[in-house]
């Protein structure tokens, strides 16, 4: 089955600079890759996706890049702000299979 | 539209007991899947339910069970609780062929 492994686990960055957070993928088949935010005690929101005959999606402050090649996708922000910290979860699913396998989570702290 | 909600919020069970866990899914969505998050770790999937009927299962036992009912709601039931079972259960909802999942804010299980 699939894994997704996530890269780092904790990262700080002051306000202001950028954030990149890797994550690697072991199943060729997987073509869907989201990226989830979960704040303390509330439900992991989604904040962009990318499929596979994508390489780079960007939605304001947010990119996420994708190498299919090298099985691995990445999720940059920019101009980090205070609320930018939270825990951020990337994960991959197939074609048509909508069951999620999730990294196991990076916990950003955003440093004013 | 009306989003993904699941009730009870937090509950506390002891061990042996059963327990079941709700969910409503998104408005217009007819495919829901059930998470297990345990404690600093990514969502694991539990199984889906699509026309009322399993619809794929992660590595859980049987004593965990679901259901799916005609409005789309659905059911998670755990038998025989253990304490290790004492985690967040997220439910998503989505659009059957479409990968994009939505999630509830959870229910938090608490094993004693």
Same mark, same amino acid.
């Given at each position: 089955g699939e894994n997704v492994e996530q890269h780092p686990s904790t990262l700080s960055v002051q306000e202001g600079d950028s954030a990149v957070i890797k994550c690697t993928y072991s199943? =060729?088949? =997987?073509n869907y890759f989201p990226w989830y935010k979960q704040e303390l005690g509330k439900r992991p929101q989604l904040i962009i996706d990318i499929r596979s005959n994508v390489g780079e999606k960007k939605d304001q402050r947010i990119a996420v890049t994708l190498n299919k090649t090298a099985k691995h996708f990445s999720l940059h922000i920019t101009e980090t702000q205070p609320e930018d910290s939270a825990v951020y979860f990337c994960a991959a699913s197939g074609f048509g299979n909508e069951k999620l396998t999730f990294g196991t989570g990076t916990r950003l702290t955003i440093i004013p | 539209e009306t989003g993904v909600t699941q009730s009870p919020t937090h509950l506390i069970k002891t061990r042996g007991q059963q327990v079941t866990l709700r969910c409503s899914s998104q408005s217009g969505h007819n495919t829901v899947s059930w998470y297990q998050q345990a404690l600093g770790q990514g969502p694991q999937f539990i199984f889906q339910y699509y026309r009322e009927e399993e619809n794929g299962r992660g590595n859980f036992p049987p004593r965990f069970s679901g259901l799916q009912f005609p409005n789309y709601s659905s059911e998670l039931n755990v038998n025989? *609780?253990? *304490? &290790? &079972?004492s985690a967040l259960y997220l439910c998503a909802s989505s659009l059957q062929g479409q990968n994009i999942q939505y999630f509830g804010a959870g229910t938090r299980l608490s094993v004693l």
């Open positions: 199943d =060729s088949a =997987s | 025989a *609780l253990e *304490l &290790d &079972d």
